[in-house]
């Protein structure tokens, strides 16, 4: 008789944790580090839901911009979702242009002056690597997501996600000097309910 009473008692209360876990919203927690395991800042790390992101147009918090300032484009990565227009204001006494030859974005803006902006539209999703005419060492990164599960990793390599629903994902790290096609290390993983944790070694330039 103690058999079939466990097992009911262990059902009912198995079905409300379930339903508790389920509406609440799943984080990760992501760390790059590279072959010493030193962290990684400025890598991309981005949680695409297998099937595809459904639920319409990303758009992160801020103005999605790419200044130049001091002959460098500030910040040297950001993240955008599809589709968005990317400010490219002129904050220096010289003037810039700004062209890229990346096959998610191939275009060329004219030069111009001090505080002056220009903005592209960014419809494919991938990687832009931006450059200057004028100086050759100017680099800037628009990385360009189809999900809003993405950020930049800080100073310790680390990058925390949140707002997902329990599922199948693909997660993605994207670093302008990893040794990998594309930049790109992928991985699948499954995000449960709650916190989860996924650490990435990256092999750097
Ligand atoms: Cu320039």
């Not at 991309?44 to 147009?57: K, M, Q, T």
């Not at 460098?72 to 227009?85: R, S």
């Amino acid at each position: 008789m103690k058999g079939p009473i466990i097992s009911i008692l262990a059902l009912t209360s198995a079905i409300p944790l379930a339903a508790a876990w389920a509406a609440a919203p799943a984080a990760m927690q992501v760390q790059v580090v590279d072959e010493r395991g030193m962290p990684v800042r400025d890598a991309v790390v981005e949680l695409d839901p297998n099937g595809g992101w459904r639920g319409g147009a990303i758009r992160f918090p801020g103005r999605a911009a790419m200044a130049q300032k001091n002959v460098a484009f500030v910040p040297g990565t950001i993240i955008v979702g599809k589709g968005t227009n990317v400010a490219f204001p002129n904050l220096d006494t010289v003037r810039h242009s700004v062209y890229s030859f990346s096959k998610a974005a191939r275009f060329e803006i004219d030069l111009y002056g001090r505080d002056q902006t220009r903005s592209h539209s960014f419809p494919v999703a991938g990687t832009v690597a931006l450059g200057c005419n004028i100086h050759d060492q100017m680099r800037g990164y628009v990385r360009v997501v189809d999900t809003p599960y993405a950020g930049k990793t800080d100073q310790n390599g680390i990058v925390r996600l949140s707002g997902m629903a329990p599922g199948a994902f693909q997660l993605t790290v994207w670093h302008a000097r990893a040794r990998t096609p594309g930049g790109e290390v992928r991985r699948a993983v499954t995000v449960g309910a709650g916190q989860g944790a996924q650490k990435i070694a990256l092999k750097l330039r």
